[in-house]
């Protein structure tokens, strides 16, 4: 079946500093991917739609400088935390479909990047 | 818009009890349905599906019977096991447009526990 791979799944990193976490679709071609966020004990939060060849589209309150969204083929998609602080601290999540014409099936998830900014 | 509403938690069940965790929607036309499972420190697995009104969605002893009538997509298990400690997300999504991918709408997850 269809297979999504993130990475990294975990990372610590230093408050003021960039991190970049990668989703790749590794046996099918996804035109879009989803980011979401997720907090302790909490519902996924979508923060954007990464679309392939043009610019994210992102949620209300969701800060576009900060979480920078690059989908540069149709494989792979680019979350970038910029100038982290300990607030950014989360659980990050990708997904992404294959477009098949009339398909209603779900999503397939990546396993999900944990992000402790000291 | 649309939304789901899920049973809140934790449930916790002893090991062998039967399992519902009440899932139920607002939404326009007819959307597909599903139950995702996210274990601890783990993305979202797809559990189980349903594309349609009275269409039955199973997996590893789980089911969810899609009802038009009552919008719901309540989950089940018979008898539940130490190992189905999880989190478990009821979403929709509304029918894919030619050229357009649709956003998952998910309701707030309701985290199970099994003891011994």
């Known amino acids: 079946g269809a297979v999504v791979s993130q990475h990294p799944s975990w990372v610590i990193c230093k408050s003021g500093t960039s991190v970049k976490i990668e989703c790749r679709s590794l046996?099918?071609?996804?035109?879009?991917m989803f980011w979401y966020r997720q907090f302790p004990k909490q519902s996924l939060m979508l923060m954007a739609t990464s679309n392939e060849g043009s610019k994210a589209t992102y949620e209300q309150g969701v800060e576009k400088d900060k979480f920078l969204i690059n989908h540069a083929s149709l494989t792979l998609s680019t979350l970038t935390v910029t100038s982290a602080h300990p607030e950014d601290s989360s659980f990050y999540i990708c997904?992404?479909?294959?477009?098949?014409?009339?398909?209603?099936?779900?999503?397939?998830f990546g396993s999900g990047t944990r992000l402790t900014v000291v | 818009g649309d939304s789901v509403t899920q049973m809140e938690g934790p449930v916790t069940l002893s090991e062998e009890a039967f399992l519902t965790i009440n899932c139920t929607y607002t939404a326009t036309g007819y959307p597909s349905l599903f139950w995702y499972v996210q274990y601890p420190g783990e993305g979202l697995q797809l559990l189980l599906k349903a594309t349609k009104a009275d269409d039955k969605g199973s997996n590893k002893g789980f089911e969810a019977t899609y009802r038009k009538e009552t919008t719901s997509f309540h989950l089940e298990k018979g008898s539940v096991q130490v190992s189905d400690s999880a989190v478990y997300f009821c979403?929709?999504?509304?029918?894919?447009?030619?050229?357009?991918?649709?956003?998952?709408?998910f309701g707030t997850g309701t985290r199970l526990q099994v003891t011994l």
């Open positions: 997904s992404a479909r294959e477009i098949w014409t009339g398909s209603n099936y779900g999503y397939t």
């Open positions: 979403a929709l999504i509304q029918p894919l447009n030619t050229g357009t991918a649709s956003k998952l709408t």
């Open positions: 046996d099918f071609q996804a035109t879009t």
